[in-house]
């Protein structure tokens, strides 16, 4: 065991790959089964064991913690924390969409789905962002060098493939890859610095209790690859409705993510509006793209 370690440390030091580390067995697995669709598939890396404990100390564990600690994340990040769950940012959507239906208060929100996020994670700017959060220079260099020097072997039902692809300066493969341990921390860290720059500039919700006396704002909420965004109309200035501000931040969002390597799957975005307006004696919810016409 002494051995191994020393081994590992050796490695970490002086930035060293291991020959037996740089095979990667990629496996294609169908996200509708029996519909082998190109661009339906997940992509999963199979590493060494010993590899993967790596990623995970160092990331998942070491890293993940010191954000914690030293309160660097977001509280809109829901994914890759511990006591955060998925269900926690569905229930505030809902939360967002029953309170504004009740205070009748005009809402518009878009989800968000970020394109197979932990292959589009590129490396150097990454690595940077991960010391930040606390990650030593030794293993951000490696994991680095580690990523370029990787032979991508397929496998399929017919076995694994002899012939390999890798990293080259004409065609550079980024990303963490999903499947080692490394690369939902790395996206966490990537899409906080997104999501910390959105806070100052968007337009974002706020709700307030009949009684005035909690106020709550907030931009938006993120799990993993998905964000959802909103803006309500008691935030809204110029002149604009609470749709066009949604539409200059979600733009916005858009740009962010394509600097950092990545790219919305539009065909999975939604967009809802909820706007009330006064006929008569009455709040009237219309529908789009009918906005308060007549």
Known sequence: MQ????????????????????RTVTSLIEKKSGIPLIHKFRVIHIIEGDLQFLARFYYA???MRYAEDNELITDQQY???QGRMAQSAVLNKIAYYNISHQSLTSCAFMDDDARACYDRIVTSPSSAECRRWGV???????????IEEQNFHIRS?????EDSYSFSEDKPI?????????????????????????NKTNTGMKFVDPTNEIEVKKNSDLFVDDTATGVSANQIKDGKSALEHLQVDEQKHA????????????????????????KGT?????????LCSG
Request: net charge positive; hydrophobic share 40%.
């Open 3 to 22: 051995v191994i370690h020393g081994i590992l440390d050796l490695a970490l030091k002086h930035c060293i790959v291991l020959t037996r580390w740089k």
């Open 255 to 278: 740009d962010l993510l394509f600097s950092t390597g990545h790219l919305l799957a539009l065909y999975k975005c939604l967009f809802y509006y909820f706007t009330f307006c006064i």
């Open 61 to 63: 564990r070491q890293m």
């Open 136 to 146: 030593s220079h030794n293993m951000a260099s490696f994991t680095n060098t580690f």
């Open 174 to 198: 980024q990303g963490s890859g999903q499947g080692v341990s490394w690369a939902g921390p790395r996206w966490t860290c990537t899409s906080n610095t997104i999501c910390s720059i959105m």
């Open 157 to 161: 039902a017919y076995g694994i493939s």
């Open 79 to 81: 994914g890759g924390r």
């Open 282 to 290: 009455k709040f009237v919810h219309m529908q789009y793209p009918n």
